[in-house]
T-cell receptor, first 117, second 114 residues
């Protein structure tokens, strides 16, 4: 079993649909992340959750709604998306120590390939 | 703000040969970390190697090593004895100490020819 598991692997949705992406980490980490990977662009950090509290929202449109019910699970709720939101969505986790003494190593899942029609 | 630049969109290497992937970065911080991640067709990003900025010694992991030039803000990855399984996208990334934010370059697609 991989350390970070994302489901589904592929998702096709219409612009009026509501869907959710799921991420689960089995590494005992306390921080989780959502990234967007579009073609020919650097990975874009979307959200950061540290100890279940959202610590970063990188100017992401409100049609993306994250949820972190506990330190092992992270969701990305999607509604009324646009075709330009089609991308690979990657989840990652890391262990963040007090005082910033962590190793800053993030472990990634295999992503969800999202296509918005 | 941190930036990471990878100037080689694609590279190729013959099996068993050595290849070097380039990366430059810009940061005003003194405490930061640099990474190389590999993304094979399976899409999962895998950490290849990590370098702490305060360490002068270049990091190595088996066939993978870095050339960390702090003054030049350069962080290149050398892959020795290339194998077919090394074919992937390689991303350079940086983060500052105590931050959870990873900043990535655009990536270099590495092809390994048999």
């Amino acid at each position: 079993e991989t350390g970070v598991t994302q489901t589904p692997r592929h998702l096709v949705m219409g612009m009026t649909n509501k869907k959710s992406l799921k991420c689960e980490q089995h590494l005992g980490h306390n921080a989780m992340y959502w990234y967007k990977q579009s073609a020919k662009k650097p990975l874009e950090l979307m959200f950061v959750y540290n100890f279940k509290e959202q610590t970063e929202n990188n100017s992401v449109p409100s049609r993306f709604s994250p949820e972190c019910p506990n330190s092992s699970h992270l969701f990305l709720h999607l509604h009324t998306l646009q075709p330009e939101d089609s991308a690979l969505y990657l989840c990652a986790s890391s262990q963040v120590l007090a005082g910033g003494l962590g190793k800053n190593i993030q472990y990634f899942g295999a992503g969800t390939r999202l296509s918005v029609l | 703000a941190q930036t990471v630049t990878q100037s080689q969109p694609e590279m190729s290497v013959q099996e068993a040969e050595t290849v070097t992937l380039s990366c430059t970065y810009d940061t005003s911080e003194s405490d930061y970390y640099l990474f190389w991640y590999k993304q094979p067709p399976s899409r999962q990003m895998i950490l290849v190697i990590r370098q702490e900025a305060y360490k002068q010694q270049n990091a190595t992991e088996n066939r993978f090593s870095v050339n960390f030039q702090k003054a030049a803000k350069s962080f290149s990855l050398k892959i020795s004895d290339s194998q077919l399984g090394d074919a992937a996208m390689y991303f350079c990334a940086s983060t500052t100490g105590g931050s959870e934010k990873l900043v990535f370059g655009k990536g270099t697609k590495l092809t390994v020819n048999p």
